[in-house]
Nanobody, 120 residues
Framework: QVQLVESGGGLVQAGGSLRLSCAAS????????MGWYRQAPGKQRELVALITPFGITNYVDSVKGRFTISRDNAKNTVYLQMNSLKPEDTALYYC??????????????WGQGTQVTVSS
């Protein structure tokens, strides 16, 4: 059984910072890419940032220069440092990991989501 547990969300004023964490646990053999998605009310879920096992990153244009994704492979953990937050960053943030657990092949796993609310 694989679990992704997120933490670090909350309420912050515009211009503030938050750091999200997501730890993967269970019978994990290997983790491929890890990422953060978000979904605001009435909108589709969108990819925010992605990181490969070797540290190559990709960001949606709206967060470039403000958010930084990183990972600790020894701890099976991915982080999202969010600076200069804007009200439009308000959303439920989900952790995603493409990993191989018991059995063949890789598949996507998701966390339960952590709320980020940015007040103006």
């Amino acid at each position: 059984q694989v679990q992704l547990v997120e933490s670090g969300g909350g309420l912050v004023q515009a211009g503030g910072s938050l750091r999200l964490s997501c730890a993967a646990s269970g019978s994990i053999f290997s983790i491929n890419y890890m990422g953060w998605y978000r979904q605001a009310p009435g909108k589709q879920r969108e990819l925010v940032a992605l990181i490969t096992p070797f540290g190559i990153t990709n960001y949606v244009d709206s967060v470039k220069g403000r958010f930084t994704i990183s990972r600790d492979n020894a701890k099976n953990t991915v982080y999202l440092q969010m600076n200069s937050l804007k009200p439009e960053d308000t959303a439920l943030y989900y952790c995603n990991a493409n990993l191989r657990a018991v059995g063949p092949g890789y598949r996507d796993y998701w966390g339960q989501g952590t709320q980020v609310t940015v007040s103006s």
